[in-house]
C-alpha cells in the first residue's frame, strides 16, 4: 500500500486532491466548537488545501503523510519560509503554522500528541483497506483528549457498484461501528452521489469520549 501511494504521487495519479477546501469543512468546522489555537491533527493528509484553511482560521496544523512528495509539493505551492527538522522516526516540515510530519500515521504516539485538541479526516480512513481501518480508529482514538472533536468525511456506493479502492467505500454501520466505542457519533449530512464514480460523501461529527461515559 505505500509504495503504491508514493508511485500515484510520483507519477500525478492523484485525482482525490481538491483544488480548494472541502465545503463540507467550511460550513461545518465553526459549528464543532473548536476553539481557536486548538492544535488539529490531519492523518494522511496529502496536500490537503484543508490544512491552510484551518491555518487560516487560527488553527496551528499538524499533517501526516507517508509521501515526501506530497509533502514537497504542498510547500512548494505555498508561500513562507520552510523549516526542516526531527520528530523521532519522523521527518517534519514546518511552514506557517502547519506542521508536516512525513512517516507512518501508526508510529506516531501520544507522546509526540501531547498538544493536540482536534481532528480532521476527508481522506485517511476512505484510503485504508478494511482490515486496517479498525486499527486506524483505534489507533486515533488513543492520540486525542477526552472532549477532542473532529470532522469526519467518508464516502459510500451503491450496492453492486465496484468496490475496490482506494478510495474505498465506508457504509454509515461501519463508521458507527468503528468509532462509537470511543467517540459520541453525530451523522451531520449525506452529499449528492458523484457522477463519475457513484460515490456519495458522508459527514460526521465525532467527540472524544471520556473515561467514564
Not at 41 to 61: A, E, F, I
Not at 88 to 114: S, Y
Not at 177 to 182: D, G, H, R, T, V
Request: net charge neutral; hydrophobic share 40%.
Amino acid at each position: 500500500m505505500a509504495n503504491e501511494w508514493r508511485e500515484r504521487w510520483r507519477e500525478g495519479r492523484i485525482g482525490f486532491h481538491r483544488d480548494r477546501p472541502h465545503p463540507a469543512l467550511i460550513r461545518h468546522w465553526p459549528l464543532l466548537g473548536a476553539r481557536p489555537g486548538t492544535k488539529v491533527l490531519v492523518p494522511l493528509c496529502g496536500k490537503s488545501l484543508d490544512m491552510r484553511w484551518l491555518g487560516q482560521h487560527d488553527h496551528p496544523v499538524l499533517g501526516i503523510e507517508l509521501a515526501p512528495e506530497a509533502i514537497e509539493q504542498f510547500v512548494a505551492e505555498g508561500a513562507g519560509m520552510v523549516s526542516r527538522y526531527r520528530q523521532g522516526v519522523f521527518e517534519v516540515c514546518r511552514q506557517g503554522n502547519v506542521e508536516l510530519w512525513q512517516g507512518d500515521f501508526f508510529h506516531f504516539h501520544i507522546e509526540q500528541a501531547a498538544e493536540l485538541g482536534a481532528f480532521y479526516d476527508r481522506a485517511a480512513l476512505i484510503a485504508l483497506p478494511p482490515a486496517t481501518r479498525q486499527r486506524y480508529a483505534f489507533h486515533l482514538a488513543q492520540l486525542i483528549p477526552p472532549g477532542a472533536r473532529g470532522l469526519l468525511i467518508s464516502l459510500t456506493r451503491a450496492p453492486g457498484e465496484e468496490a475496490s479502492g482506494p478510495p474505498f467505500s465506508v457504509p454509515a454501520e461501519e463508521v458507527r461501528e468503528l468509532f462509537a466505542p470511543n467517540f459520541r457519533v453525530t451523522h451531520l449530512e449525506d452529499g449528492e452521489p458523484e457522477p463519475r464514480s457513484g460515490f456519495r460523501e458522508s459527514v460526521w461529527a465525532l467527540v472524544r469520549r471520556g473515561p467514564v461515559e
